[in-house]
């Protein structure tokens, strides 16, 4: 505690010196100032070793970010101990557009030639045809009650304001106003039975309308409520009953209120407050259904696309227990016979059958609910093959199933828009596109492949669009990248041994000793920031754990990797002069030269890997072989894993740098031979501290003591006087 100035070590106010006006405070405090030397050394000690627990943890942090950069298997493109970091080619094509490629560490340098017939297609289904209906009002419109009054049509984002004047009395007047606003065949008033209606004309290339009121509001009295919708298009923010409200076809809701359907055999299930747009996500985001939906605002339509392309992988949509539709690539398309009687019992009834992305639809004339299974099969077949020409159906019929095939073409069946199907109101039962393969031919031979990406030979082609004209990929050794790595963990290499060889032979000035709290009062923040950096320096220095570093680095560079003919030396890499402690310089023509020439022999120099997997829990014998076998970057590798591992080995042990000082974040932080060492220190510093108070206390008793024996000789000297001279 401070007061006036004064440094004590108990927190207590005390009046001093009343009997005999000595500073007592200042006498004790000078008497405490000689105590406290043991005190003020122990906690120079302990800062010292804070700062060189700091110092380890530089260190440390410089060895974390060379694994970071370059030991990480989630980083390929640095990773140095990938074969392919040495082995990568660069390429070129006559027509990017078409077809690009790429090679890994298996491909050969070459050319070849590739001819994309056709690429490899999802199976998708799209709404054949808008899916909301036009902005209807909801009760009949009054022009008398909307006159003087206005409101804003907003076309594709342009808006305007209608004013409903006294001349506009019907619905072709207003269709005027609107024309005068927007142009003429851009939007279509409609009038049924005294209802207005709103919608784009067809072929215009208009898109969405979308109906606001303004303060002297107009479309109540033209007949759109507060129930009305305001627009042509969906919002994913709306609820399905809302969006059910708007549709062509609503969504059909069963008894409970919710809307069940099955994707690729995927249930859901949804609640008419569900918005639409966590419907979709939903359903985008369930692996199992395989699909991606979404609401196309511009066209109006719903899409469904399957994630994988290939020829089988297609799209199974049922609601409610009814099959929507099914495309099942080559397999059979199963109907339930029952269903389909009982759907099929009254006259003309359609449905639609799609085969390799073609949709027709077929009428059944007549009431089949009589009608023997085989008369049914026998019927949809006949139809299905006059509608196709050159397509044979084949149908089987088992325990009550039809399984419908198409002589191995993709086919599907839907209930048409026509009739009352399931999920018609997404208009999606005569739009189906089957997924397909793609067809390429590469240096002659014909290739059948899902995806439009692939690999053959270490090659990954990757195809953009069909061609009749055959383009050539040429495959090259990618020097100048193999270089840049190199390169780039050489320059990380120096940064490492520059610095490290900076710690270790700084030279350290006893004279700069941390500083006390005494000696920082008198000093200024400029001051004790130039003090503490001297203060600072040379902490580490000859330090042997860095040193056995920097000798280990080294080490492990130039010593041979059996097996491998060449040295850093022999392309390129070597090392300055005496003065330059280690640091590496490269040869960049001789490496690039050696690169180009001997790759493999590159490549294993680096990330040649030992047969023997580990680095902890070795015998010595086992280690000398591990780090005679492995190439120069394993060697680093399990250099960085020897000082800070954070995994213990048989002994419990972790990297010799987090034993020595921790790390921050690992339960090292707290166990290791600097943090008990500070703790020491602490523990003997609260002990000294213990004791000066206790002395402190003493001087000040003892003070004490001496004042009450001065105020009572004070006390009996002024009776005596008071004595004499009432004898006078």
């Known amino acids: 505690m401070n007061i006036n100035g004064i440094t004590t070590f108990t927190n207590r106010l005390r009046i001093t010196g009343l009997a005999t006006g000595l500073d007592t405070d200042e006498i004790i405090s000078s008497l405490m100032s000689v105590e406290r030397v043991p005190l003020d050394k122990m906690i120079q000690k302990r800062q010292l070793a804070q700062w060189r627990q700091e110092d380890y943890r530089n260190i440390i942090n410089l060895l974390r970010g060379m694994k970071d950069e370059f030991f990480d298997i989630l980083k390929p493109s640095t990773y140095m101990l990938s074969q392919s970091t040495y082995k990568k080619f660069t390429s070129t094509s006559t027509d990017s557009s078409i077809v690009t490629a790429t090679g890994n560490s298996e ?24 899916v909301t209906k036009g902005i209807e009002g909801t009760s009949k419109a009054s022009f008398e009650n909307a ?36 142009g003429s065949g851009k939007i279509k008033v409609k009038d049924e039975d005294g209802k207005l209606s709103f919608s784009v004309v067809e072929g215009s290339g208009c898109h969405k309308i979308t109906l606001t009121r ?60 569900t918005t639409l747009g966590n419907m979709m996500n939903k359903i985008n985001n369930d692996a199992k259904a395989g699909v991606n939906i979404q609401y196309d605002e511009i066209n109006d339509v719903f899409v469904i696309t399957a994630k994988q392309t290939g020829a089988g992988n297609n799209i ?47 009428t059944l004339e007549g009431d089949y609910s009589d009608y023997t299974d085989e008369q049914i099969s026998d019927a949809i077949k006949q139809k299905i093959e006059n509608a196709f020409e050159g397509v044979n159906v084949d149908i089987k019929i088992s325990e009550g199933t039809l399984y419908v095939s198409a002589n191995g073409k993709n086919i599907g069946i839907a209930k048409s828009a026509s009739g009352n199907g399931e999920l018609d109101e997404l208009g999606l039962s005569e739009t189906y596109i089957a997924g397909k393969d793609a067809v390429v031919y590469l240096n002659g031979e014909k290739l059948i492949r899902s995806n439009n990406s692939f690999t053959v030979s270490g090659v990954t082609f990757t195809l953009h669009k069909a061609s009749d004209v055959e383009q050539t990929i040429t495959i090259s050794q990618d020097v100048d990248g193999i270089y840049d790595s190199i390169k780039k963990f050489v320059d990380k290499y120096n940064e490492i041994i520059t610095k490290i060889n900076a710690k270790i032979s700084e030279t350290y000035d006893r004279s700069y000793q941390p500083l006390t709290d005494a000696q920082k009062n008198e000093m200024s923040e400029e001051q004790i920031k130039k003090w503490e950096e001297k203060a600072k320096t040379g902490l580490l220095r000859n330090d042997r754990i860095l040193q056995s570093i920097v000798y280990n680095m080294r080490q492990a560079l130039y010593s041979k990797v059996e097996g491998v003919d060449i040295t850093l030396s022999s392309i390129g890499i070597t090392t300055g002069d005496y003065s330059e402690r280690g640091i590496l310089k490269i040869d960049e023509a001789k490496l690039k030269e050696a690169i180009k020439n001997n790759p493999e022999e590159v490549m294993n120099l680096f990330s040649k890997k030992s047969n023997i997997d580990t680095n902890i829990d070795l015998t010595s014998e086992q280690r000398a072989e591990r780090y005679n076998n492995e190439g120069l970057a394993y060697r680093l590798f399990d250099m960085r894993e020897d000082n800070i591992r954070t995994f213990r080995d048989k002994d419990g042990r972790k990297g010799l740098l987090l034993e020595k000082a921790g790390m921050q974040g690992d339960a090292s ?46 006390a009996q000297t002024n009776w005596l006087l008071s004595q004499f001279n009432q004898g006078y």
Do not use: C, W
């Open 214 to 273: 303004t303060e002297n509001d107009a479309l109540t009295d033209l007949g759109f409520g507060t129930e009305a919708n305001l627009s042509n298009r969906l919002s994913k923010s709306e609820s399905l009953e809302t969006v059910a409200s708007k549709m062509k076809v609503p969504f059909s809701f069963d008894e409970n209120g919710e809307l069940n359907f099955t994707i690729n055999g995927q249930s859901f299930t949804f609640d008419k407050s």
């Open 669 to 714: 932080e707290y166990k290791n031979t600097l943090y008990e060492e500070i703790q020491d220190y602490n523990d003997r510093i609260k002990e000294l501290t213990n004791k000066l108070v206790q002395k402190e206390e003493r001087y000040y008793q003892q003070y004490a003591a001496l004042e009450r024996a001065i105020a009572q000789m004070s």
């Open 147 to 182: 006159s003087d009054k206005s409101f804003i049509i907003d076309l594709d984002g342009v808006r305007k304001t209608i004013e409903i004047t006294s001349d506009i009395d019907s619905a072709d007047k207003l269709q005027q106003a609107i024309n005068n606003a927007f």
């Open 107 to 130: 491909a050969i340098q070459g050319v070849h030639k590739v001819k994309v017939e056709s690429l490899a297609v999802a199976a998708s289904v799209k709404s054949s045809s808008s």
């Open 316 to 362: 199974r949509i049922s609601e409610n227990g009814s099959t929507f539709f099914a495309s099942t690539g080559f397999q059979d398309v199963k109907i339930n016979l029952e269903s389909l009687k009982k759907d099929f019992s009254s006259a003309n009834k359609s449905f639609a059958v799609v085969i390799d992305g073609i949709s027709k639809v077929i």
